[in-house]
């Protein structure tokens, strides 16, 4: 009887260590998904500061006239030069989960050749995990700030 007694015990206890196991080795994966969404929406910032210059310096050197188009219904930012379509320049970003674009149609700005001014100065406003964000212009200028 008393063997009986220890073999439940030792599989109770075996149970009891690996639940144990299964919530250590868990946690960390719980943890950081939220880090994770929060670089991804980082990048995503820096990305689209760094494509919004990037498109305004490329009229202004180029004499090119540049376009940026918010499209919210596929989740995407793209980034065009205007004169032509088989350009290296081209490209598109795509909004990280926690991302939203509030502007309902889509918008779409211009970075005059030359100069690089921008042709409106309607801001970009998103939903950054439910906090209101806008990416704002400066008339004429295309200088822009995040508030």
Not at 10 to 26: H, K, N, P, T
Not at 95 to 108: A, K, Q, S, Y
Request: glycine share 6%.
């Amino acid at each position: 009887m008393r063997l009986d007694r220890q073999k439940g015990f030792v599989f109770l206890e075996s149970l009891l260590v690996l639940g144990i196991a299964v919530v250590l080795f868990s946690l960390p994966m719980f943890l950081t998904k939220g880090t994770a969404n929060e670089m991804d929406i980082k990048l995503f910032k820096t990305s689209l500061t760094n494509s919004i210059t990037s498109a305004q310096n490329y009229a202004i050197l180029t004499d090119n006239r540049t376009k940026i188009e918010l499209l919210p219904k596929s989740r995407k930012i793209t980034f065009k030069v205007v004169a032509t379509t088989q350009q290296k320049y081209n490209h598109e970003l795509v909004l990280p989960e926690g991302v939203e674009i509030l502007n309902t149609r889509v918008f779409v700005y211009y970075f005059n050749s030359g100069n690089g001014n921008i042709n409106q100065f309607d801001p970009i406003i998103f939903s950054v995990n439910g906090k209101r964000q806008k990416v704002v212009f400066q008339l004429g200028s295309g200088k822009f700030e995040w508030q």
